[in-house]
């Protein structure tokens, strides 16, 4: 799911290709995208960019007449930028034709979750924020009473947009290696030096790749947006050797999610339990890596 330094590089070469132009039209071709019927969709035609915005994961296009169109991209939704007009295909879900040029968004896979919503004013823009504290506009003390406002996990906690704005599965792996926190370890039990590491390695990881999203963009529209990228330190590195100490990279499964964390750097060594195998394991779930190892070779 296109996570903060994605939607910030979409927004940004947005701004610089349809801010102050106007949308002549848009076309839907799935019945699943869009998802209000009031203001219709039709009344965003002519209409000219005044503004755009990120809310949270979403990317909202502020049009004239105090309307908006809200794009959740959800996990496989892409966007694709082409100079001039585009040929009508069924691998595009939506398609926005502005003056200069045509935005498209297509989806991977079956199962369709991106959504369009067309909204009229702010308040009915911010009925669709999920209300996450936005990380580069808070101190240290909200962000802490934020995280320990409940006793869940660090990784549920980062990745719930109900608490943080804009950050996922990827970038909270990304984030909770670069603290040197455990996954698992519960926001009730940390303590201030580990809240203020978790602060801090929130908003450099979230900067640095924004700015690396920004350089790779400078020239062209992104059209790499992935949660892998083979930069990234942990997430999607299973079995692969972490970059700071050169222990495989373990995970863990769960729904259609994973968690990729460092045993030596984060959990002291220990490996986390895998909800499905150590329920197959028990007793016999291994406790380190070392442990882990011999029971392959076993």
């Known amino acids: 799911m296109p ?12 701004e610089q290709r349809v801010l102050n132009r106007k949308l002549l039209r848009v076309l839907i071709s799935s019945p699943f995208l869009l998802r209000t019927a009031v203001p219709p969709v039709s009344s965003v035609t002519g ?7 990120r809310l949270g994961k979403r990317i909202c296009f502020g ?4 309307l908006w169109l809200v794009l959740h991209l959800m996990i496989a939704g892409r966007l694709h ?6 040929k009508p295909s069924r691998i595009n879900l939506a398609t926005f034709e502005f003056e200069n040029g045509t935005l498209t968004l297509t989806e991977a896979g079956s199962r369709k979750r991106a959504w369009l919503r067309v909204v009229s004013g702010e308040e009915a823009l911010k009925d669709l924020d999920p209300g996450g504290l936005e990380i580069f506009e808070t101190s240290l003390e909200r962000f802490a009473e934020v995280l320990q406002s409940a006793n869940h996990t660090l990784k549920r906690a980062l990745s719930d947009p109900r608490l943080f704005s804009g950050i996922g599965n990827a970038y909270s792996d990304e ?13 009730q039990k940390l303590d201030g030096g580990e809240i203020k590491r978790l602060f801090d390695a929130t908003k450099k990881t979230l900067t640095e ?21 083979p930069e990234m330190a942990v997430h999607g590195k299973y079995k692969e ?8 990279i373990q995970r863990i499964r769960y729904a259609s999610n994973e968690t990729n964390y460092c045993p030596n750097c984060q959990t002291g060594g220990r490996l986390l339990a895998d909800r499905s195998l150590s329920l197959l394991l028990k007793k016999d779930w291994p406790k380190t890596p070392e442990e882990l190892e011999e029971m392959k070779r076993g």
Do not use: H, M, N
């Not at 984030?175 to 926001?187: D, M, V």
């Open 3 to 14: 996570e903060y330094p994605d939607v910030v590089a979409y927004i940004e070469a947005l």
């Open 47 to 53: 209409k000219r960019v005044l503004q755009l915005r």
């Open 63 to 66: 049009l004239e007449d105090d």
């Open 81 to 86: 930028w082409r100079d001039g007009k585009v």
């Open 175 to 187: 984030i909770l290696f670069a603290a040197r926190l455990s996954p698992f370890a519960l926001t």
């Open 209 to 229: 790749w924004s700015e690396r999203f920004r350089v790779e963009s400078t020239e062209s529209f992104p059209e790499k947006v992935t949660a892998f990228r």
């Open 241 to 248: 050797p972490c970059p700071r100490c050169g222990t495989k």
